[in-house]
C-alpha cells in the first residue's frame, strides 16, 4: 500500500531477454521496458499497474505472476495466444547490452485498446517499443491523446522514455510522426543521448533536446550512460501548454557504481521518478517547479545506480536505496 496518492499506469510492452554473456551463456531474464518500469514502480511502494498483452504460454504466466509478485495491478492486461515476444540482449565486457527482437507473431504488439483511465491516475508512463510495435503503438497513442483532451485537473502527468530501438523500426517516417504526436502530448520526455543520435541524427545533443523541448513537454531529461544527466525545463501555463518562456537547464550527477549490466537501468530510472512523484503526493500542476523535477531525478538516478549493481532488470526496493526514496 503506498503512502503517497494516486496511481501510476505503465503501458507498453512484457518479454523475455535471452542475456547473452562475454563467455556465451544464455539465461532467459523477465524484462521489456514498461514491464520493468511498472515492476520499478511497484517494488518502491507505488500504486502501480501494468497494460499491455502477455501471451498465455509459461513465459506469459511468469511475466504475470513477477508482476503480482512485486505489487503491480495486472487487471489491465490483454491475455492473449500469440507466444511470448522473445529479445537477445548481448552483454559487453563493460556490462553493456545490444539487442536483437523477435517479434512477429508474438504476444507483445498484440494489444489493440488501452482501456479508459480513471481518474485516480496521477501518471501515465509509456516509451520503447510501445512507440513502434502495430497495433500496441497506435493504442498508446490514442492513450495519451485521450489523456490529453481531460480537463487540467484531472489530467495525470504523461511520462514518455523515447529508448528509441532502431533495428525494429520498419517505417521510419511513420514511427517518427507518431512520436512527435505523443511526445506533444506529454509532460516529460526521458531521452538517453543515443535516442537523440536516432530520432534526430546529425544534431547536437543540446539542440536535439532542445527540439523535444519545442514540441511541446516542461520537461526534457536526458541521460548520458554514467554522466550526469540533464533537464530542460520550460513551466506550464495553466491550460496545459507549455509558456514561451525561458528554458531552465540543470544538472543531476550520477553517482559512480560498480556496474554488473545496465539491463532495466534507464527503465528503473523512470520507475524512480514516477514513484518519487506520487509517493510524495505530487501532481501535474507541480511540474512547474523545476525543483521538484530535479529532486525526482535524483531518485530516479539513485534507483538505476542500485539496477547496474546487479544482473538483468532487478530494480531495488526501499530498503536497498541509500536514502529513502521520498528525501531526495
Known amino acids: 500500500m503506498s503512502s503517497g496518492s494516486g496511481r501510476i499506469v505503465v503501458a507498453g510492452e512484457a518479454l523475455v531477454d535471452l542475456v547473452i554473456s562475454p563467455d556465451g551463456s544464455v539465461e532467459a531474464a523477465l524484462g521489456g521496458a514498461p514491464f520493468n518500469t511498472a515492476r520499478a514502480c511497484g517494488r518502491l511502494g507505488a500504486d502501480a499497474a501494468y497494460v499491455g498483452a502477455l501471451s498465455d504460454d509459461r513465459f506469459g504466466r511468469a511475466l504475470r505472476a513477477r508482476l503480482v509478485a512485486d505489487g503491480v495491478d495486472v487487471t489491465g ?105 505523443v511526445i506533444a502530448s506529454a509532460d516529460i520526455v526521458k531521452a538517453s543521448d543515443e535516442d537523440l543520435d536516432v530520432i534526430a541524427p546529425g544534431a547536437s545533443t543540446p539542440d536535439a533536446a532542445r527540439a523535444l523541448l519545442d514540441r511541446g513537454p516542461s520537461a526534457v ?56 512523484w506520487t509517493l510524495t503526493g505530487r501532481t501535474r500542476a507541480d511540474l512547474a517547479d523545476v525543483g521538484l523535477v530535479e529532486r525526482a531525478v535524483r531518485a530516479g538516478v539513485a534507483v538505476a545506480g542500485v539496477t547496474c549493481t546487479r544482473r538483468g532488470a532487478d530494480p531495488p526496493h526501499p530498503a536497498d536505496l541509500p536514502t529513502p526514496l521520498t528525501r531526495f
Not at 482501456?115 to 510495435?133: C, E, I, N, Q, R
Open 77 to 181: 492486461v490483454t491475455e492473449v495466444e500469440l507466444p511470448t515476444t522473445l529479445a537477445a540482449a548481448e552483454v559487453d565486457d563493460r556490462g553493456a547490452a545490444t539487442y536483437r527482437f523477435y517479434l512477429d507473431g508474438t504476444s507483445a504488439p498484440a494489444l489493440g485498446r488501452v482501456p479508459p483511465l480513471g481518474d485516480d491516475v496521477a501518471v501515465a508512463y509509456t516509451g520503447g517499443l510501445a512507440l513502434v510495435l502495430e497495433p500496441m503503438a497506435d493504442a498508446v497513442a490514442a492513450m495519451v491523446a485521450a489523456l490529453a483532451r481531460r480537463r487540467a485537473d484531472i489530467r495525470p502527468l504523461v511520462v514518455v522514455d523515447v529508448n528509441a530501438r532502431p533495428q525494429v523500426i520498419v517505417d521510419r517516417a511513420r514511427y517518427l510522426d507518431r512520436l512527435r504526436s
Open 221 to 276: 531529461l536526458v541521460t548520458a550512460g554514467t554522466r550526469e544527466v540533464v533537464i530542460l525545463h520550460r513551466p506550464s501555463v495553466p491550460d496545459g501548454t507549455s509558456s514561451p518562456g525561458e528554458v531552465t537547464e540543470v544538472r543531476v550527477p550520477v553517482e559512480p557504481v560498480e556496474v554488473v549490466d545496465t539491463i532495466g537501468a534507464g527503465d528503473a530510472f523512470g520507475g524512480g521518478v514516477c514513484a518519487w
